[in-house]
């Protein structure tokens, strides 16, 4: 069974560009969030989809965006980029049964390196 | 406002012998607990979780544990291999916001 995809695996980019990530879920799975990795905060959470609908966002400025398509395939968008968004982004899948993501964890892709110049 | 909390940034310990990771949370709300292990440059692998109901849980080598009077969760892990040395994140979430709190992890160090 394929685990989380997440392209491309490194990115370079330059202050005040766009970025969009891509996440493939495994299969069947519907719930889709997305979270950043930095040395000074740690791992935050960034959103949480499902069905296509955004269920919960953390803490982050409307530079940051996101949308799930109808196969549960999700990305991320990131505008007007900033120094400080160089960070390890990652995806993370669950199959939302019950407790499902809780009781048996979210899997997560390898994420997506940005740095930002 | 750290709800979730890993008081040691780094771990050493001797192959074979027992490594303790520990955790402590802020939020009576949380109703589920679980431990990651990442590697550099991977994402996290999910090891083993807890619901808020019970005070243990074990898989394989891994047995979590936790109080809830002292809001506090720990990793046991025995016996060490040089294999689990890696960066070892405490999570939490609660029913109803998706959404895993983390720590901010432990380097674990197995020496041989």
């Known amino acids: 069974k394929a685990g989380v995809t997440q392209t491309p695996r490194y990115l370079i980019k330059t202050r005040g560009q766009q970025v969009t990530l891509s996440c493939s879920p495994i299969s069947g799975h519907r719930s889709v969030s997305w979270y950043q990795q930095t040395p000074g905060q740690g791992l935050q959470f960034l959103f949480e989809y499902f069905s296509e609908t955004q269920r919960n966002k953390g803490n982050f400025p409307g530079r940051f965006s996101g949308r799930q398509f109808s196969n549960s395939r999700s990305e991320m968008n990131v505008s007007t980029l900033e120094l400080g968004d160089s960070a390890l982004y990652l995806c993370?899948?669950?199959?939302?049964?019950?407790?499902?993501?809780?009781?048996?964890?979210?899997?997560f892709g390898s994420g997506t390196r940005l740095t930002v110049v | 406002d750290q709800q979730v909390k890993q008081n040691s940034p780094s771990l050493s310990v001797q192959e074979g012998r027992i490594s303790i990771l520990n955790c402590d949370y802020t939020n009576s709300m949380f109703d589920y607990f679980l431990w990651y292990k990442k590697y550099p440059a991977e994402g996290p692998t999910f090891l083993i979780s807890i619901s808020s109901i019970k005070d243990k849980n074990e898989d394989g080598r891994f047995t979590v544990f936790l109080n809830k009077s002292a809001k506090h969760l720990s990793l046991h892990i025995v016996p060490s291999q040089p294999g689990d040395s890696a960066v070892y994140f405490c999570a939490a979430i609660y029913q109803g916001a998706q959404k895993l709190v983390f720590g901010q992890g432990t380097r674990l160090t197995i020496n041989p």
């Open positions: 993370a899948s669950s199959s939302q049964q019950g407790r499902g993501g809780a009781e048996s964890g979210y899997t």
